[in-house]
């Protein structure tokens, strides 16, 4: 397909609007033709906005000659409804994280592509196209440094509100680190375990904030992640890689240093969405790239399933504060 990628978005809430202006105004051989919302007052202000058409059924827009290929950034629990009408029109469908919140919703997901015989589905871990993760894999898996041994991880947030629960530092935060770990070091996670620090005096009393979560992977890899999502003051991001020979880190990402009134240092970022806006950017264009070209290039809906797999397994293991094990079906052929 050479001409302009046809792209219809279900779900204009905050990342769905960004994902349509910096296709419209950024990326190249793609337009937001469409776009659904079950707010219709609120969706057509938006399609109006970024001159699209509106459907207020997001199910007919998938199934529209107004569109190509899909994008779904609708709440989590409708993630599943959408991506399997876009299966079903044979169309290509990028779905933000994760791709359901139930692994079993998942694994329908997964049947129902392998049923139509192709891969279609795309799942917004935007973490494995930032540049810092793209060098640490690079160097993994040369095995330049040895075998990776253990890994210490951080994802801390300035603050969340009262809606986030102790459950969504596993479901929501570090599943972004339960698929960019599975993907840096290739095999998948065979333990989790989740344990808590001293609550901070910011958080609620429905969120245990900080948790660390502990997971191991099939080879004995051992890896710790902190969540921090209160942390008051910055968005930071650590992956720090013990091989035998060396350890790696993710690098910090760029900012001039500035020296003034007796301090020295740079600025720290304090959101995800301008930490890893380079990342979206370099995941959206990719995608257009390969849905053009007939092909899903990115995080599959297997790996979609497999991580709902472990936040599964890492959320029972808080819950019951024990180890558990993670059962997880074998990669069918068609994934591999
Ligand atoms: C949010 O939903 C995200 O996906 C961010 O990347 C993550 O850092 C944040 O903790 C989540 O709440």
Redo the contacts with the bound molecule.
């Keep these: 397909m050479s001409q302009e990628l046809k792209i219809g978005v279900v779900g204009v809430g905050a990342i769905g609007r960004t994902h349509i202006e910096r296709i419209n105004g950024k990326l190249q051989g793609a337009k937001v033709t469409a776009c659904a919302d079950v707010n219709v007052d609120f969706g057509k202000s938006v399609a109006e906005k970024y001159g699209c058409k509106f459907y207020a059924d997001g199910e007919e827009m998938i199934a529209s000659d107004d569109v190509d290929a899909v994008i779904v950034t609708t709440i989590d629990p409708y993630h599943e409804q959408y991506v399997m009408a876009a299966i079903k029109a044979g169309k290509f469908v990028f779905c933000e ?1 994760p791709l359901a919140p139930e692994p079993e919703a998942c694994r329908r997901i997964v049947e129902a592509e392998m049923a139509g015989g192709k891969k279609l589905v795309q799942v917004g871990f ?2 494995r196209y930032d540049q810092g993760y793209r060098q640490l894999k690079k160097a993994i898996q040369s095995r330049e440094y040895g075998e990776p041994l253990m890994l210490h991880c951080a ?1 801390r ?1 300035p603050a ?1 509100d009262e809606n ?1 629960t102790t459950p ?2 596993v479901e ?5 680190e339960i698929d960019v770990l599975r993907w840096l070091l290739n095999e998948d996670f065979a333990t989790a375990e989740v344990v808590f620090a001293k609550n901070t005096r910011r958080t609620h009393k429905n969120l245990m904030d900080p948790q660390i979560m502990i997971l191991t992977t099939k080879s004995g890899v051992r890896i710790d992640v902190e ?1 921090f ?1 209160n942390t008051g003051h910055c ?1 930071d ?1 650590k992956c720090e890689v013990c091989c035998e020979d060396a350890i790696l880190n993710l690098p910090e990402p760029s900012n001039i240093e500035v020296c003034a009134k007796a301090f020295r240092g740079h600025a720290v970022h304090s959101d ?2 301008t ?2 806006v380079d990342a979206y950017n370099v995941e959206i264009q990719e995608w257009i790239d390969a849905t053009k070209a007939g092909r899903v290039d990115g995080p599959t809906a297997w790996d979609g399933y497999a991580g709902q797999v472990t936040a599964a397994a890492a959320s029972k293991a808080r819950d019951a504060q024990t180890v558990v094990k993670i059962e997880m079906d074998e990669m069918p052929e068609f994934y591999k």
């Design positions: 994280k935007m973490r994802h947030n969340v986030y969504m530092a929501n935060s570090m599943i972004h969540a999502v968005y991001i995800w969405s930490r890893f």
